[in-house]
Nanobody, 111 residues
Framework: QLQASGGGLVQPGGSLRLSCAAS????????MSWVRQAPGKVTEWVST???????TYADSVKGRFTASRDNTKNTLYLEMNNLKPEDTAVYYC???????RGQGTLVTVSS
């Protein structure tokens, strides 16, 4: 089970930190990803946090977003800075190797 949280309404240029609590599987053994879906658009990959600690990002968020994981807490994080209106979406976490995703959290960037 995957449960994202931490979303909300923020002004352009603001910051948010998302969390994703994982349960029911060995979190430390899986690469984990963040994806997002804006209204009326297809799902977009945002970032992957690999088992060995490396991270990778979509060009649209590179330099602004930072993914991390705490395997002792079975939690994935996404630190989002300098948010833009185009970042508005429902954010989900998922096992990178799986098509299913947990419950998302809505991020709205608007003045």
């Amino acid at each position: 089970q995957l449960q994202a949280s931490g979303g909300g309404l923020v002004q352009p240029g603001g910051s948010l930190r998302l969390s994703c609590a994982a349960s029911g599987f060995t979190f430390s053994s899986y690469d984990m990803s963040w994806v997002r879906q804006a209204p009326g658009k297809v799902t977009e990959w945002v970032s992957t946090a690999f088992v060995h600690g490396d991270t990778t990002y979509a060009d649209s968020v590179k330099g602004r977003f930072t993914a991390s994981r705490d395997n002792t807490k079975n939690t994935l994080y996404l630190e989002m800075n300098n948010l833009k209106p185009e970042d508005t979406a429902v954010y989900y976490c998922k096992k990178t190797s799986s098509t299913s995703r947990g419950q998302g959290t809505l991020v709205t960037v608007s003045s």
